[in-house]
């Protein structure tokens, strides 16, 4: 019997996000298949390690038990690492784990929680020492940061934390550690998926409110105002629509500290800015994923996407999780023109942009009964360091690590 959790609403990816912490589910995949795939000749690129599962033929939350130092549920966004440590948001079970060094066995248990007293809890909770959904992570300039997304807030450590149980430092989106209403406003966010770091910066995607907000400097003081908007022509306003200086559900953001990228999930697209805005409102110079802006079709080719939720670069190459068409893509450069085209896949067989089903081994279009070391169900998150790509393989419990 699979343990209770959790459970991220559909919405999420739909429509505007109604706090469901209270909705419990769970999941069990039954059958059998090959763990690596591949005995029918299918060809798709292998991961070499999985976290979160004892192996990848395995696919339950939280393996189908209690909440434990070696499981996950239903992560979401993007992991954090900085080639040594390595954190995980693990969404369902309102807890984010830490591992002292990365892992290079399959199913490695963390080495410290936070968000929860042990490696047990589960529960969601609005404290310093407690998260709600937290659906990303990130490390830069020497902090972590968390998209506490249930909460409405982003927690700020101002050293990484070493131990289980240490607590933030600063928190945005709230005036305190004990508030989690969301709102629409300079001090306010509504569930947002997505903190970094970047030359200074702290750039948040504030999914609810269909916008991105930047702070020019790292919030020192909990309750900070933003500095920038991106997405709505002011801090008050919250619409949703496509134009290249508007967003629908942002999902998540990536830069360098020169560029920003935005997942914009709702409008099936990545947004680019080619210099990083320095004013509110400043419209993306190309998108991807669609053809021009003012377009919000989703698709499965090479150059479309559906519900694109994860995003990253390793400075020249753009990786995209795109969770509705369960695959990452891979871009071989940053855009000079709308709608370019994917040079690779992951989670789908080389060169066949048109594959969209989950757990699809053997590329026959049918979900296998398990997942494999060369499937996707749900990819939300695509970071990647140092020649790995991290993909958060949301629907199969777990983080995989590929090859880059």
């Not at 070696?70 to 993007?78: E, S, V």
């Not at 830490?98 to 042990?118: E, I």
């Not at 209403?181 to 609810?208: K, Y």
């Not at 048109?354 to 749900?378: E, F, I, K, M, Y």
Request: overall charge negative; aromatic content about 8%; charged content about 15%.
């Amino acid at each position: 019997m699979s343990a209770a959790v959790t459970r991220i609403p559909r919405s999420l990816f739909s429509r505007r996000w109604i706090p469901a912490l209270a909705l419990m589910s769970a999941v069990v995949f039954a059958g059998c298949s090959d763990s690596g795939g591949g005995d029918d000749g299918a060809d798709l690129v292998a991961a070499f390690t999985v976290i979160g599962q004892a192996a990848f033929d395995s696919g339950s939350p939280n393996r189908g038990g209690a909440a434990s130092a070696a499981t996950l549920a239903q992560p979401l966004g993007n992991v954090a690492t900085d080639g040594t440590r390595l954190f995980i948001a693990d969404t369902a079970n309102n807890r984010v784990l830490g591992y002292a060094r990365v892992p290079v066995a399959n199913g490695a248990a963390a080495d410290l929680v936070l968000g929860q007293d042990d490696f047990g809890g589960t529960a969601a909770g609005t404290a310093q020492n407690r998260m709600a959904l937290p659906a990303s992570v990130f490390i830069g300039g020497g902090r972590l940061v968390v998209a506490d997304s249930g909460n409405n807030r982003v927690l700020i450590w101002n050293t990484i934390p070493a131990t289980s149980g240490e607590l933030p430092d600063v928190v945005v989106g709230q005036a305190d550690f004990t508030t989690g209403g969301s709102g629409t406003s300079q001090t306010q966010l509504a569930f947002p998926t997505s903190a970094i770091i970047a030359n200074g910066r702290l750039i948040v995607a504030d999914q609810n409110n269909n916008r991105v907000l930047v702070w020019n400097a790292v919030p020192t003081d909990n309750g900070t105002p933003a500095d920038l908007v991106l997405g709505q022509r002011d801090f008050v306003s919250r619409i949703a629509d496509d134009e290249a200086d508007e967003m629908n559900r942002p999902a998540a953001v990536w830069s360098d500290g020169f560029r920003l990228l935005v997942a914009d999930s709702g409008n099936h697209r990545v947004l680019y800015w080619s210099l990083f805005p320095n004013e509110s409102g400043a419209e993306a110079d190309y998108v991807i994923g669609q053809s021009g802006f003012s377009r919000s079709s989703p698709g499965t080719s090479s150059s479309t996407l559906r519900t694109p939720f994860g995003v990253s670069s390793d400075g020249t190459r753009i990786y995209v999780a795109d969770s509705g068409n369960n695959r990452v893509l891979e871009f071989d450069a940053f855009p000079i023109a709308n709608g370019v085209a994917a040079s690779a896949v992951f989670g789908q067989e080389k060169n066949n942009f048109s594959a969209a089903t989950a757990n699809d081994d053997d590329q026959d279009g049918t979900a296998d009964d398990r997942p494999s070391a060369r499937t996707l169900s749900g990819a939300t998150g695509a970071f990647v360091y140092s020649g790995v790509l991290y993909v958060t393989d949301r629907n199969n419990h777990r983080v995989l690590m590929f090859p880059q």
